[in-house]
């Protein structure tokens, strides 16, 4: 992680899950609690936006966009900025729906590096979202592709369950230990 004595040093937080998990309220919430800034998903305001949900060939366009607005927001941060999901979630989802990722998003998957992995655990009632979500069913699939991903890759991360203050406490304990 990178030395919270240098207050220009921001650690970059991916909060990933699958669809109804809960990663904007913990974003946001993280935020509020550490006095910081968040990077909310993109997709979201895309399928807002749009009216409709991204296609194969712009998953790379969601992805990149997501990155940009966490360099811009980086600049904002104090100490910790938490990111509402990261291309490994485009490129998870990209696989899951179309088969495959492209090459730039698998590029762009594979050097985009966080100080930190949260995953939300799908522990609570799905909810309709309007285009953008799907099914309880696709939620837990996804969730397991995710862990299958992570743990295939080797790469550490702290799965957050419970109520929404629950999870910040989880998060909270993880990083003060983390940090010390």
């Known amino acids: 992680m990178t030395s919270q004595t240098d207050k220009n040093s921001i650690n970059r937080v991916a909060i990933l899950g699958a669809e109804s998990s809960g990663k904007s309220a913990l974003a946001e919430a993280l935020a509020a609690h550490y006095k910081t800034v968040w990077v909310p998903e993109y997709l979201r305001e895309f ?4 009216q409709r949900v991204p296609k194969e060939a712009e998953q790379i366009l969601i992805a990149r966009t997501q990155v940009e607005r966490e360099n811009k927001l980086a600049q904002q941060a104090y100490q910790w900025l938490f ?9 998870l989802y990209s696989r899951h729906y179309f088969g495959e990722a492209d090459a730039d998003l698998a590029a762009l998957e594979a050097q985009h590096q966080y100080d930190f992995t949260i995953v939300t655990a799908p522990d609570f009632p799905w909810t309709a979202d309007g ?4 099914s309880a069913a696709v939620r837990q699939r996804v969730h397991e592709e995710l862990l299958d991903l992570l743990d295939e890759r080797e790469m550490p991360f702290l799965l957050v369950g419970g109520s929404l203050k629950e999870r910040v406490e989880q998060v909270s304990f993880a990083l003060s230990f983390l940090m010390s």
């Open 131 to 134: 285009l953008q979500r799907e």
């Open 47 to 50: 399928v807002e936006t749009q």
């Open 83 to 91: 990111c509402d999901t990261s291309p490994l979630m485009t490129a």
